[in-house]
């Protein structure tokens, strides 16, 4: 799959997730922003969900932030699903 416009899903509401993702130059790699309000607790967790799921797809060359407000693990995944085929046009 291949990043070729900013794409969002999600909201910042309680309980859900705000994904935010848009291309980076060739191989420039993974910028991965994350801010959670249980970032101390959950935020390792988040990362590697994240990195799973980018992993699952093969992407590699992608900004992606996302804004936490205590999702769970199937929302997580679900929104970021979402960002990734808004963005490659699928």
Excluded: W
């Excluded at 969002?8 to 191989?27: K, R, T, Y």
């Amino acid at each position: 799959m291949e990043i070729i416009k900013k794409a969002q899903a999600g909201s910042f509401e309680s309980s859900d997730i705000l994904v935010l993702v848009e291309p980076l130059g060739d191989n420039l790699g993974r910028k991965i922003e994350i801010d959670s309000t249980v970032m101390k607790e959950y935020g390792d967790s988040i990362k590697i969900l994240i990195d799973k799921c980018l992993d699952s797809y093969k992407i590699q060359n992608i900004h992606l932030i996302a804004k936490d407000k205590g999702a769970l693990e199937p929302t997580i995944l679900a929104r970021v699903e979402t960002a990734l085929k808004r963005a490659s046009q699928q």
